[in-house]
């Protein structure tokens, strides 16, 4: 049986390093409905099965559920996670670093208002819940877990601030550490404003990957394993204004039907040298 890091020995506290590195993603997350789509707080369940994969996300009605925005933080621990190992140095699932850190690592300001957004979107990591059978032995298993176990604000003896410390769950650690499923993305995927924008890329940059021929999804499937609560009918509105707008970075888009008849968004890397700005990441992908 595989012994996850975190059961190896006590959690030691890893202290995020400051400075760019290489934007990482986890496929897991790219690939399934896991956040919120919209800005405004949603508080029905996301639950999505397909095939073997089963994932139920709960929210509370104090904080809402995670939103999509809100994964640009678990963005910065998987990058800062990576290019520690890579460096031979040693990792954590306990974190530290100060909110200036975060916010300027994923595109933010570092104004009080964007702290207190900062802290806000912790809480909604720290309260949403996950219960998947990814990565699990059988569906009938189910792994559940909060994005971030807990997390604190620090201080010195003389209560000036410190930072934060945050805990992750276990099955993001590992699939990041043990399984090395993560992707590097391009930072221009923090200027996408839109939830079903952000949620697009991270799709596209899993299944779409540096393929010539590129990859293709119709639009009822993409609108089901979107978890969006948006109509149908909203959702191919939303997609097709993406397409006209050519706003994923590093991709073409294009429409088309299935034999079918039905609505089709076909997808293929335009400049494939765009993953590779801050040098080859240690990865695993699809075989597509």
Known sequence: MRVSPADQEPIALFHARPGKMALRDAQDLMAW????????????????????????????????????????????????????????????????????EILTFIGRGTSAREYLLLKAALDRLQSTTVATSIRQPTERR???????????????????????????????????????????????????????????????????GRQTHGWSFDLRHLHAKSGSLSAYKRFAFEVRGIVRRQSLPGYRLALGVTRAGEPLLTFKACHLDSFNRFGKARTTEDSL
Not at 62 to 86: F, K, N, Y
């Open 33 to 100: 409905p896991f956040f919120s789509l919209a800005k405004s707080r949603r508080i029905r369940p996301i639950d999505f099965r397909m095939g073997e994969i089963a994932i139920r996300v709960e929210a509370t009605i104090e904080h809402g559920m995670a939103t999509i925005w809100d994964a640009d933080i678990l963005i910065w621990a998987a990058s800062q996670i990576v290019d520690a190992r890579d460096r031979g140095l040693r990792t954590s699932r306990m974190m530290a670093a100060t909110p200036h």
């Open 142 to 208: 189910m792994h559940r877990f909060s994005w971030i176990n807990e997390w604190k604000e620090r201080a010195d003896y003389r209560a000036r601030p410190l930072g934060i410390e945050l805990v992750l769950p276990d099955w993001f650690y590992a699939g990041i550490m043990v399984d090395a499923f993560v992707l590097t993305i391009d930072r221009a995927y923090f200027d996408l404003s839109g939830g079903i924008e952000r949620w697009l890329y991270r799709l596209v940059r899993k299944h779409g």
